[in-house]
């Protein structure tokens, strides 16, 4: 009896034919198993009890990093094979084959850690160590199938040891197994012009970095720039290199007990520390464990483990270390060598450095734990390439375009959305260079050929741009999403909804009447949506400032309350506002938590991306823990000429701006602020479900990265009865929008 079968998941580039040899010798059969174009292809030849005892085995388990989607099986003309043995790898699928799934990078598994610290291993102290479950995989990837020649280890022939191993030894057919004789090799170049490699230049990071030097150190998915957090004046100088004000660093500790000891780290965090994805887990801090400037002000501390051989090295010999992406603010990261070496900065004292390419740029997953389960705030090394899987298939493929911050695309086709990694913002050339590069390279590899094109409806975006070009050169059909549905979209996605209500708070976004939205409540039906509610509209000035300047902000909403007087910019402001020169109008719960912050003499201008808006948090937090009673603000609710909720800014400015006056202690009423939004979400959502029976609620927007305000809503609204859903496995900011995107451009019907 001789069967064929086809398997369909992540089965390349995690050991699996080497798995299927193993059953296949267990059951007594003869054939063959060989790569097939992101699939794996068997024959198995023997007694009707040995094949059907071989396809059991095959569906009961899968090696380590492999995930089976399904299993096809037919019975074919009888073959002969001497044996069972592992063949090479098949075509590319045909078009029309399902589109395959391709591994994420892999972290060190636990018996390459063990290796890695046997003096008697051959690898002992080989940074670069991985094996057919573990190592690089997408950011190294040319083509399929998943095989040394297609990735940038073509580049190192194996050694007669590493050969035999890949034949027929420990690390049967690793693709990337390589060892100190043969493999990429960790190399040092000093900034006062001194080099050296192997084991001196692991020797000589690791004391530079004790030291309290600032190195530029090749990871995965790009470069990163690694330092003690430790020195003061260390931390300082990493931040002038990266031209990086006060935002937070994540730190990589050797241990998950090393974690413990600066962060509460409960059970699921704790698994999602030791995850395949080894993203940085957003934990609350104990205490501040390290010199000031590391983690500012935030409570919380990016905290993750070692994910390479050199990672682990380097923070056994140091301990914990700032790891962060080697980009300068506002570009991407960088992973050509020659582009590092071009960074002249005296803030910079070394490179080190390996010469094996990297194809994908990838930076470090950011991720979190919400009632229980992980929430993704940044998508990229370890989750991509995965798909989301969504409820059913489309019988249109889809690029969306997503939007220009945060920026990432989607491919969907089938019944699975690919999103590409994190880009950073699309104002700077690099960015785009990448997002066009990996756009092809992810339609070349994945076999996908969109016939609709999916992009956001502001006109200026380079990402609108770049999707009309898209469209015109496929050419495709241009489908354009409104912002905030498309939040909405992304958790119906998610989740498999085809309806429900979508809280949607944000900065900006294109509203479908030119004015800029941000405080939302969608009605949404499958693949369209009413505006039911949203906060009033309030005039502001500044155009873009007005998002880094929370003082301008303020202002704004001062003159908008009838106050005569407010920052010294005050008068040029409201001048501006009642001439109409350079406003806009706005419904932003971004821009509001802008001006509180603002308003309570927190924090006067955001020196990073929501810096006013987390300090707010923080504020609040302080009260909460301090049990201190929360300041009784709340909105007051109107209806529109077209029947639209209308949640009062204007009012609820003056209420802000008199508990300002009378000296209100700014915790609690930074906590008050916060509940009366949370009041305002249930109230609001109580009157749409009883206009429309929509009991479904979506809570979605880069504001809801604020923990204190999602937990608020998720509690009031369960406790109200509704079913609450959030992002999970794509960020609630603009980062998960090109997932709604592309849901709604696949279900749309026009």
């Known amino acids: 009896m001789t069967v064929f079968l086809t398997v369909f998941g992540i089965v390349q580039g995690v050991g699996y034919r080497p798995f299927v040899a193993g059953l296949a010798k267990q059951a007594g059969v003869s054939g063959l198993v060989r790569n097939g174009g992101g699939i794996v292809e068997i024959y198995a030849s023997g007694g009707e009890d040995s094949v059907r005892e071989f396809i059991r085995l095959l569906r009961a388990g899968a090696p380590e990093g492999a995930s089976v989607l399904k299993i096809d099986a037919k019975t074919v003309k009888d073959r002969v094979f001497d044996g069972f043995r592992i063949a090479e790898s098949g075509e590319q699928p045909s078009a029309g084959r399902e589109t395959p799934l391709i591994p994420p990078d892999l972290p060190m598994c636990g018996k390459c850690s063990r290796e890695l610290a046997d003096p008697g291993n051959r690898r002992y102290r080989y940074p670069f160590i991985s094996c057919a479950s573990c190592g690089p995989r997408f950011s190294i990837l040319d083509s399929l199938p998943y095989d040394r020649e297609n990735t940038s280890m073509r580049d190192f022939p194996m050694c007669p040891?590493?050969?035999?191993?890949?034949?027929?030894?420990?690390?049967?057919?690793?693709?990337?197994?390589?060892?100190?004789?043969?493999?990429?090799?960790?190399?040092?170049?000093?900034?006062?012009?001194?080099?050296?490699?192997?084991?001196?230049?692991?020797?000589?990071?690791?004391?530079?970095?004790?030291r309290g030097a600032v190195l530029a150190l090749k990871g995965v998915g790009g470069y990163q720039f690694v330092c003690s957090p430790f020195h003061q004046d260390t931390v300082a100088r990493l931040r002038l290199l990266k031209g990086r004000g006060k935002k937070p660093f994540a730190v990589m500790y050797p241990t998950v007990e090393s974690v413990r000891e600066s962060c509460f780290v409960g059970a699921e965090e704790e698994k999602l520390l030791r995850s395949a994805a080894r993203p940085i887990v957003l934990l609350r801090k104990k205490a501040e464990p390290f010199c000031e400037g590391v983690s500012g002000e935030?409570?919380?501390?990016?905290?993750?483990?070692?994910?390479?051989?050199?990672?682990?090295?380097?923070?056994?010999?140091?301990?914990?270390?700032?790891?962060?992406?080697?980009?300068?603010t506002s570009e991407p990261i960088l992973i050509r060598d020659e582009d590092i070496f071009a960074l002249d900065s005296p803030y910079l004292d070394g490179v080190l450095y390996n010469k094996r390419e990297i194809r994908t740029p990838l930076d470090d997953s950011v991720s979190r734990v919400f009632h229980g389960a992980p929430q993704v705030m940044r998508r990229s090394r370890g989750y991509v390439p995965l798909p989301i899987l969504l409820a059913g298939p489309s019988n249109r493929a889809v690029f969306a375009a997503g939007g220009d911050l945060k920026s990432c695309f989607c491919l969907l086709t089938g019944d699975r959305a690919y999103l590409s990694q994190y880009f950073g913002d699309l104002e700077s050339y690099r960015a785009v260079r990448n997002y066009r590069a990996s756009l092809e390279r992810m339609e070349r590899i994945f076999g996908i050929f969109p016939r609709a094109v999916a992009c956001d409806l502001h006109p200026g975006y380079f990402s609108t741009v770049l999707a009309r070009k898209e469209a015109d050169k496929l050419p495709a059909r241009l489908i354009r999403v409104q912002h905030h549905y498309a939040h909405a979209a992304s958790v119906m996605a998610e989740h498999h909804l085809d309806g429900c209500i979508g809280v949607v708070f944000d900065g900006t976004g294109f509203g479908t009447d030119g004015t800029v939205w941000g405080g939302e409540f969608l009605l949404c039906r499958g693949a369209g949506f009413e505006r039911r509610g949203h906060l009033s509209r309030i005039t502001l000035c500044g155009g873009d400032s007005a998002a880094r300047n929370a003082a301008l902000t303020a202002d704004g909403y001062r003159f908008a309350a009838g106050e005569r007087s407010g920052s010294a910019r005050f008068p040029l402001v409201a001048a501006a506002l009642a001439g109409q020169v350079n406003t806009f109008g706005c419904?932003?719960?971004g821009r509001l938590f802008d001006a509180a912050a603002a308003i309570f003499g927190i924090r006067q201008e955001n020196s990073y991306e929501g810096e006013c808006p987390i300090a707010l948090e923080n504020a609040a937090a302080e009260a909460a823990g301090k049990k201190k009673k929360p300041y009784p603000f709340s909105f007051e609710l109107s209806r529109a000429a077209d029947g639209c909720i209308l949640a009062d800014q204007t009012g609820f400015a003056r209420q802000l701006l008199d508990a300002a006056r009378r000296g209100a202690d700014r915790e609690?009423?930074?906590?008050?602020?916060?509940?009366?939004?949370?009041?305002?979400?249930?109230?609001?959502?109580?009157?749409?479900?009883?206009?429309?029976?929509e009991n479904r609620v979506a809570l979605s927007g880069g504001v809801f990265a604020n923990r204190l305000l999602l937990q608020d809503c998720f509690d009031r609204l369960t406790e109200d009865g509704f079913q609450v859903y959030v992002n999970r496995e794509v960020p609630s900011n603009d980062g998960g929008i090109c997932l709604g995107q592309a849901w709604v451009g696949a279900n749309r019907k026009e």
């Open 161 to 210: 040891s590493c050969t035999e191993e890949y034949r027929k030894g420990s690390r049967r057919h690793a693709q990337t197994i390589s060892c100190n004789d043969c493999g990429p090799q960790l190399l040092y170049k000093g900034s006062d012009g001194s080099s050296c490699g192997k084991e001196e230049a692991l020797r000589k990071g690791a004391a530079l970095l004790n």
């Open 298 to 328: 935030s409570r919380f501390i990016g905290a993750f483990l070692p994910y390479t051989g050199l990672h682990q090295i380097l923070t056994q010999e140091c301990g914990p270390l700032i790891v962060t992406s080697g980009n300068l």
């Open 668 to 693: 609690a009423a930074a906590l008050g602020f916060h509940r009366a939004v949370a009041a305002m979400v249930e109230q609001v959502c109580r009157i749409i479900r009883s206009e429309s029976e």
């Open 587 to 589: 419904s932003s719960m």
